[in-house]
């Protein structure tokens, strides 16, 4: 008995002096999570369904801040056509990150299910932006993260 009784004791003392490392949250920001190229294809934009996949209309989010990005949208068919829009701020929700001029909704980023070009389902990031500037101009993009 004084044998278990030591084993245990000497386990237990053995044990108690590792050395222990705090977990340290990741720093990740808002921002370094959206950052990236998002591209269309035709299972996630049906009207373009007669373009080629190198003409595919995109949209690049670059950093500025923490929880600010720069949101550049090109459009290569028929004519390459480029828009930007700075400041685009951040923020977190419930099921992804909401994209946001002044005060309104542009657009969310959300894990979903996504078509591959190749007609594929899997889970992935889908870029999803509305954005009118007049009455003349809607910009309506849907687009996967590309690795």
């Known amino acids: 008995m004084k044998k278990r009784l030591l084993f245990c004791s000497m386990v237990g003392v053995l ?3 590792q050395q222990e490392g705090d977990v340290q949250p990741a720093s990740t ?3 370094s999570e959206v950052v990236g190229i998002y591209r269309t294809n035709f299972y996630l934009d049906p009207s373009s369904v ?3 996949a190198n003409q595919m209309s995109y949209a690049e989010l670059k950093v500025q801040s923490d929880s600010t990005v ?3 949208y090109t459009k290569l068919y028929p004519a390459k056509i480029s828009r930007s829009f700075e400041n685009v701020g951040l923020r977190r929700q419930s099921n992804g990150v909401q994209l946001r ?3 309104s909704g542009i ?3 959300q894990t ?3 078509f591959t070009d190749n007609g594929m389902e899997k889970q992935g990031k889908l870029l999803r932006i509305t954005i009118q500037d007049d009455p003349q101009s809607l910009l309506n993009f849907a687009g ?3 690795q």
């Open 101 to 103: 001029i002044a005060d």
């Open 29 to 31: 920001t808002l921002a």
């Open 70 to 72: 720069t949101l550049v």
């Open 107 to 109: 657009g969310t980023l």
């Open 144 to 146: 996967i993260k590309q």
């Open 15 to 17: 044990t108690a002096c």
């Open 112 to 114: 979903d299910r996504i």
């Open 50 to 52: 007669a373009i080629s």
